[in-house]
């Protein structure tokens, strides 16, 4: 973020312009929401905690054996819940 004040929109602007407010913002910039001049709000891009790079992100994570499926696995995870009379 640079040192530079953030922009100011008043609170019928903001509701006129938010969608080019959120793209101002997804591209680093914060802006003031304004009520009769004085703010009330601050609208800062969010930080992903977690960078997902889609499906497959986990690869290499996890170990899933070759019987993960099986009638006996599913039997078992069922009784581990209680799922089985």
Avoid: C, Y
């Amino acid at each position: 973020m640079s040192s530079e004040a953030a922009a100011q929109f008043n609170i019928h602007e903001a509701k006129t312009n938010l969608s080019r407010i959120i793209d101002r913002v997804e591209h680093g910039e914060e802006i003031i929401i304004s009520r009769a001049g004085q703010p009330v709000a601050k609208v800062i891009p969010l930080v992903r905690r977690v960078a997902r790079t889609g499906r497959g992100s986990l690869r290499g994570t996890l170990a899933v054996t070759a019987d993960w499926d099986a009638p006996e696995v599913n039997e078992a995870i069922a009784e581990d819940f209680g799922s089985i009379s």
